[in-house]
């Protein structure tokens, strides 16, 4: 590498454009991933993969909010609200439920498995009860489950995009309206 090379980044919104020599752009990447890393969104790449992950983040959530030594769950959610056992004197502190809410929106980049569930219960910053804690707890011990979780894409997979549509007509025992949600995959 000559000193005096240069190594042009382009940023537009969240897309790169890196251009330079070879040697230039691999150093890029190399330390942008380092930088990455740090952030939460871990990238771990051999010859023709590339694995995304946020297993660190979410170890530090866990640990952040003392559930690193509850027993995992299953399932993001439980469906049935009544039967959560909300039971119990101790207000919900509302700055540390947003909190939680806030990091779990930050892992949802590579756990989408939760999406609807921290979706359902960032709704409810607000008028904060006992029970929406209880629930996101229970996200909690779902994410201890799936750790390890994140995107792994591989050289020559064939890709697609699919996509499903649910609909659930007077859904919310609320306000009776629907509720209706989408999610589109791009996998091989």
């Avoid at 992950?53 to 952040?64: E, M, N, P, S």
């Avoid at 995992?72 to 119990?88: E, F, L, Q, V, Y």
Wanted: net charge positive.
């Amino acid at each position: 590498m000559v000193k005096d090379e240069p190594l042009i980044l382009v940023l537009y919104v969240d897309d790169p454009f890196l251009t330079g020599s070879s040697g230039l752009i691999k150093d890029c990447k190399r330390k942008s991933c380092r930088k990455i890393q740090h952030e939460g969104l871990e990238a771990w790449q051999k010859n023709g993969e590339i694995f995304l992950g946020q297993g660190r983040y979410a170890t530090d959530i866990l640990k952040r909010f003392k559930m690193q030594d509850w027993r995992p769950m299953t399932m993001p959610m439980i469906t049935n609200w009544k039967k959560i056992d909300a039971s119990g004197d101790k207000e919900v502190d509302p700055t540390l439920y947003r909190q939680l809410i806030g990091s779990l929106m930050y892992l949802v980049n590579t756990r989408p498995n939760i999406c609807f569930a921290v979706n359902i219960l960032s709704q409810f910053m607000v008028e904060l009860k006992r029970v929406h804690w209880v629930a996101t707890r229970h996200i909690l011990r779902y994410v201890r489950d799936i750790v390890g979780y994140g995107f792994k894409y591989t050289q020559g997979d064939d890709v697609r995009l699919c996509g499903f549509i649910d609909a659930n007509w007077e859904g919310s025992s609320v306000d009776r309206k629907n509720t209706s949600r989408y999610c589109f995959n791009v996998a091989a």
